[in-house]
């Protein structure tokens, strides 16, 4: 009864996944309108949202969804929201995100030059040394790149969870004000 007359192509599924099919404005708004459906406190979602974009500049790829969840729950925030805003961190934004928490972590340790790093070559030792338990690599190949990405994610961390923050509250402020649920 519900189901579509044509079922979409793969390439028509794809293209809704880049681009929404209803545009930008509206798939906003409707993200909003399901936040707000979630029972708690704008604070409380919004920390929840905030928690979860935060950690997605961290360098721990593979314990998002729980890194955010912990932090949720320590702020009292939302914990499905956390999960929502690690979408946050995609195969669109990961490259970017990755380059630019390692080269200002390696700014702020003070190290100097340039340095090619192949983040492929960095989790395939990482995972190779948790599957096997041999961290005898983990030094040599890992380390040098893992601990400036993690002293870097720092002020990402800081300023992506304060913009999140503020920016989700209030939009979820302004759709329950307009649906008569005045709630802080």
């Known amino acids: ?8 192509t793969f390439l ?9 099919t209803i545009g930008w404005k509206k798939y906003v708004k409707y993200l909003g309108l399901r936040l707000s459906r979630l029972g708690n406190s704008p604070r409380a979602i919004a920390a929840g949202v905030a928690c979860g974009v935060a950690v997605s500049f961290t360098p721990f790829v593979g314990l ?7 932090t949720a729950f320590l702020c009292r925030g939302n914990v499905l929201a956390s999960a929502l805003g690690t ?15 390692f080269y200002t972590g390696r700014w702020f340790l003070g190290y100097d030059g340039t ?3 192949s983040f492929l070559h960095v989790f395939e030792k990482s995972m190779h040394a ?3 338990f041999d961290f005898s690599g983990f ?3 890992v380390w040098p790149v893992f601990f400036p990405m993690l002293v870097g ?6 300023v992506a969870w304060i913009v999140t923050y503020y920016l989700v509250k209030n939009g979820l402020l302004k759709i329950m004000n307009k649906k008569g649920k005045v709630s802080k």
């Open 1 to 8: 009864m519900f189901k579509r007359k044509q079922k979409p």
């Open 12 to 20: 028509q599924r794809l293209k809704s996944y880049v681009w929404p």
């Open 64 to 70: 998002h969804f729980v890194l955010a969840a912990i």
């Open 87 to 101: 979408a946050m961190g995609n195969p669109w934004t990961f490259p970017i995100i990755w380059v630019s928490v």
């Open 115 to 117: 340095m090619n790093v």
């Open 130 to 132: 948790v599957i096997s």
């Open 139 to 141: 030094a040599s190949d």
């Open 153 to 158: 994610c720092i002020p990402y961390y800081i």
